[in-house]
């Protein structure tokens, strides 16, 4: 998908706590910004000190009014991006200065080549899809979330497994009982799910994936569902809270005789795809795919 964007400004974001790399990437920024003077950068208030003259250092309300979101780092912070993004429309560039960066489409050694493509509109898009978890108290809507990656399902008290009663478009499923449940996008079956033991969903399927974390029963399985008009009940199965953790961001409680419903969102993430890129090359340079065995 290729959309008509104009990049006037360009915010960055980025946590110089977590990426050795991100005072490269801000001086390779700072010199094509010097260069490119019609083009106006402005970074996050926590990059003050290292972000160098013609960049601008705003606050988050500023930021998210850019035309273009730079995330540098690893995932964490693309996912931040997306947050800031949402309501906004803002399309977002993943710059790797982490480590395995699924959701990155470029690296600092190659920034400056990346932003001449942006100038020059040699680049696309691709939307990703976002889940809407509501809480509701009764009747009442006591909450309301909407994640990129996953939905994760936890014990309120620690060391404790969680009992989920889940249901599917009104129709019981099954009660999970694990350490813990997780209920990924696409995007976020490259996340916490893979390391679960999830599969992975190709970006563009409308679908989620429910893998519990080291369930007790051998016969639980991942499975994957369409969310496409339809929706996903969960509820504690015991008396007993569980905690709904939003992208590893967010907590919220869910009482004992709350439910949460999970549905497909209106919204949606978009991300900047360069030329040369895609998720099949992805997998195979972030995962080692190659065909042959490594090297010792």
Known sequence: M?????FRTIGIVGWKDKSPDLALALDVISAWATAHPQVKFCALENL??????????VKESALCKSDLLLAIGGDGTVLSAAHMALGHDTPILGVNAGRVGFLAETRVEDLTQTLDSLFAGDFSTRERMMIDAVVYHGK???A????????????HAPERMVNVSVAYNGTALTDYWADSLLVSTPTGSTAYNLAAGGPIIHPATPAVVLTPVAPSSLSVRPLV????????QMKS?????????FDGRTTIVLKPDDIV????????????????????GALREKLGWTGKPRQV
């Open 2 to 6: 290729k959309k008509d964007f104009h």
């Open 48 to 57: 003050k000190g290292i972000a160098r003259k013609p960049i601008k250092v």
């Open 140 to 142: 009442k809507q006591v």
């Open 144 to 155: 309301k979330q909407t994640v990129l990656n996953e939905v994760h399902v936890r014990a």
């Open 225 to 232: 569902l369409s969310l496409s008009s339809k929706k996903l």
């Open 237 to 245: 199965a015991v008396d007993g809270p569980l905690d709904l953790v």
């Open 261 to 280: 419903t999970l549905s497909e969102s209106k919204s949606v993430t978009t991300f900047i795809r360069m030329r040369h890129t895609g998720f099949v």
